[in-house]
């Protein structure tokens, strides 16, 4: 029987390679390994989530959200609550949380992010290990917001990696995006 650990461990192998210069790799290779639920929202140290770097079909644009509990622009994404496929909870969250229908989310991973979210009400300060994945909007890009969100917002991603004001995490995505579309085939 496979671990249901593995595919995340072969997926950070595969993103060590294509980003050799990115050191959080083995922080979340250790929190895989080490943790007993590192899947589980109830794991009061930290745990796995999913994201989405949620591109305009033309790539021109990114998808983001005013978060109601964090008061900052962001890209989709959530808990795993015990599933560890990243790459489906990404997709399931940029769906939820935007409305969008005909998603497609690409293979590897785009991204990882270790933050810390503040304690608030009952809930301890604990770490958030966020791995990102692009998902691209293949349909009508008229969203919709839930109740995790006070508003969205197409933004164009040149401009946003050029953005000072925005959260430093965002504009690493940005660069990274327009770094990849200009890499040859």
């Known amino acids: 029987m496979t671990s249901p650990r593995l595919p995340l461990s072969l997926a950070l192998d595969d993103y060590a390679a294509r980003w050799p210069e990115e050191g959080d790799v083995q922080r979340f290779r250790d929190w895989l390994s080490e943790a007993e639920r590192p899947f589980h929202r109830e794991t009061d140290a930290g745990h796995f989530t999913g994201s989405a770097w949620l591109v305009s079909a033309d790539g021109e644009r990114v998808l983001l959200m005013l978060h109601r509990k964090l008061g900052r622009w962001l890209q989709p994404g959530g808990h795993a609550d015990g599933e560890s ?73 040149s401009h946003l990696a050029a953005d000072t004001q925005a959260d430093e995490s965002l504009r690493r995505l940005a660069a990274k995006w327009l770094a990849t579309r200009e890499m040859p085939a």
Not at 89 to 118: K, N, S, W, Y
Not at 124 to 146: C, I, K, L, M
Request: net charge negative; hydrophobic share 40%.
């Open 85 to 157: 496929d990243l790459r489906g909870v990404a997709l399931r969250e940029a769906g939820e949380e935007t409305g969008l229908a005909d998603l497609v989310v690409m293979p590897g991973i785009f991204d990882l992010d270790a933050h810390r979210i503040p304690a608030r009400g009952h809930e301890p300060e604990h770490w958030h290990y966020d791995v990102r994945y692009v998902v691209q909007a293949r349909g009508s890009e008229s969203f919709t917001a839930n109740e995790e969100s006070l508003e969205l917002q197409w933004r164009s991603i």
